[in-house]
């Protein structure tokens, strides 16, 4: 019995929320669809809609990887390390994209969870790779704590995005600029 034997359940719960929000979030992308997108969106698209996807699928990812049947946590705990730093890198990229759109100004909400939260979840990813070997105990709950951290981050970018699309967008889309109404 490895010390991730008793995190099975906890993983297939996490792993197929993160599964159903990525499928739920392209049924959302394609009812936006016909809203008309203006001057920047791609460059917006790729610093708020790519990241929620890429937190949905680390946690997928992650989910998978604690679910094979390690026969010790060394492995797994290399694999999540390397999803630890390469979720940092990411985390930078997202920040740079962040600063470069044109189409939305961001406020601290926005770097909360679009830059310092993430770069919190994957810095612990990484930081409990490295406790592994010594605290496996520890550094599953760690690992626990920053799975959850991601999906909550992309479940309140989803909702962000889609309240923005819906109250904002579709309302200034269905307004012509200069109405009253």
């Known amino acids: 019995m490895t010390a991730l034997s008793g995190w099975e359940n906890f993983y297939v719960i996490v792993g197929s929320s993160a599964g159903a929000l990525i499928g739920l979030q392209f049924v959302v992308i394609t009812l936006i669809a ?15 809609g ?21 026969h010790g946590i060394a492995p797994a705990a290399v694999l999540w390390g390397l999803m630890g730093l390469s979720g940092v890198v990411y985390a930078a990229i997202v920040a740079r994209r962040l600063r470069r759109q044109t189409a939305y100004k961001p406020g601290f909400e926005d770097w909360l969870f679009h830059v310092f939260l ?36 992309g479940i309140h970018n989803a909702w962000d995005a889609v309240t923005y699309h819906v109250f904002v967008q579709r309302r200034n889309h269905r307004q012509p600029s200069g109405s009253d109404k």
Not at 126 to 136: D, F, G, M, N, P
């Open 34 to 48: 016909d809203i008309p997108i203006g001057e920047g969106a791609a460059q917006a698209g790729h610093a708020f």
């Open 50 to 70: 790519t990241p929620t996807i890429v937190h949905f699928g680390a946690v997928l990812l992650l989910a998978g990887v604690l679910s094979a049947p390690w």
């Open 118 to 153: 993430p770069f919190a979840g994957y810095i612990t990813l990484s930081a409990c790779a490295l406790a592994a070997r010594s605290h496996s105990a520890e550094a599953l709950y760690g690992v626990s704590a920053a799975a959850l951290l991601l999906l909550f981050i």
